[in-house]
């Protein structure tokens, strides 16, 4: 039921993209994508809502394929602020269901 | 402050005493969502209310898990009997809407607790 994330882990240099998945077994109405910093609170950055419409971050963008129960973070010209754990968030009736994790650590 | 508060930040407690854990929402949020995270996971649903009425608390993993919002705004997330299993980091989060769907949640920095 847990959605799975990969890769678990990922390191980047500064300016480096990613690509960070989400997959889950149950259909999804809509996909939410936080970061989490070591020791705070879970950070918002968007939003993929059935249909398309999407609600978040300037410079991170996702996709959402509801046949293949899927999403997708992207990350581009990753900066040092980007480091985190980042976690999907799958809606099922009136809760998220939270995935595995995907830890990021960039360098410079 | 315009965020999502907790308290205590820090709780120890003995095996078997009773602890409660504060929420304070984002003023005028209807939903308020508690979650337990175990170290290196994800956050795990408990219970949702929508203003005063719990309408979800099928993740509370026990009935040692209470948790109550009176008066629609504040909350408070009571653990009788503490459990070593218990020992974790309790999140809230509140959202604007009554629905979960399309509505940004907003996390507090959480209760980290430690039972002994």
């Known amino acids: 039921q847990q959605p799975v994330q990969s890769p678990q882990a990922v390191i980047l240099r500064e300016g480096e993209d990613a690509v960070i998945n989400c997959s889950s077994s149950?259909?999804?109405?809509?996909v939410h994508w936080y970061r989490q910093k070591h020791g705070e609170a879970p950070v918002f950055l968007m939003i993929l809502l059935k249909g398309g419409e999407q609600k978040g971050h300037e410079k991170i963008s996702a996709s959402f394929n509801e046949k293949k129960q899927q999403s997708s973070l992207y990350l581009t010209a990753s900066q040092l602020s980007y480091s985190g754990t980042y976690f999907c968030?799958?809606?099922?009736?009136?809760?998220?269901?939270f995935g595995t994790g995907t830890r990021l650590q960039v360098f410079p | 402050g315009a965020g999502v508060s907790q308290s205590p930040r820090y709780k120890v407690a003995k095996r078997g005493q009773d602890v409660a854990l504060r929420c304070d929402p984002i003023?005028?949020?209807?939903?308020l969502f508690w979650y337990q995270q175990a170290l290196g996971q994800g956050p795990e649903f408990l219970t949702y209310?929508?203003?005063?009425?719990?309408?979800?608390k099928s993740g509370l993993p026990s009935d040692r898990f209470f948790a109550e919002r009176p008066e629609g705004s504040v909350s408070t997330l009571k653990i009788q009997r503490t459990q070593q299993e218990d020992s974790a980091v309790y999140l809230c989060?509140?959202?604007?809407?009554?629905?979960?769907?399309?509505?940004?949640?907003?996390f507090g920095p959480g209760t980290r607790l430690l039972v002994l």
């Open positions: 989060a509140s959202s604007l809407g009554g629905r979960v769907g399309g509505e940004t949640q907003y």
């Open positions: 149950k259909a999804l109405y809509s």
């Open positions: 209310f929508q203003n005063e009425a719990q309408l979800d």
């Open positions: 968030g799958t809606e099922h009736t009136d809760k998220l269901i």
């Open positions: 003023s005028g949020h209807v939903s």
